[in-house]
């Protein structure tokens, strides 16, 4: 062990700053995957409305789903994150 002792405070403000960071990244992820699944859909929506093959639709099903629990994911990620932190340490 180190002779100099890190405070409480310190070590908390330490720690605050990593979750500050994560929960930019879980934020900024969650706008990704966001904009993506709703580009994903869409896409569905066309390809659905030219009567594609059943194995296609099922291919662009699956994408979908696998987007939307990252979203999920990433949002409950950044809502435990704000939620440790409070309101008046997290960003924007």
């Known amino acids: ?14 720690l605050a700053k990593r979750l500050r960071l994560f929960y930019w990244v879980a934020i ?8 993506t ?3 994903r859909i869409t896409s569905l ?3 659905v409305t030219d009567h594609a093959s059943p194995t296609t639709v099922t291919s662009l099903v699956q994408l979908n789903v696998s987007h939307a629990l990252s979203f ?3 949002a409950g990620l950044a809502a435990v994150i704000k939620r440790t932190l409070g309101d008046e340490f997290t960003p924007g």
């Open 28 to 35: 900024t992820l969650r706008n990704i995957m966001f904009w």
């Open 37 to 39: 699944m709703l580009i």
């Open 1 to 14: 062990m180190s002779g100099k002792q890190e405070s409480p405070v310190a070590r908390m403000e330490r």
């Open 72 to 74: 999920l994911i990433m």
């Open 45 to 47: 929506v066309l390809v």
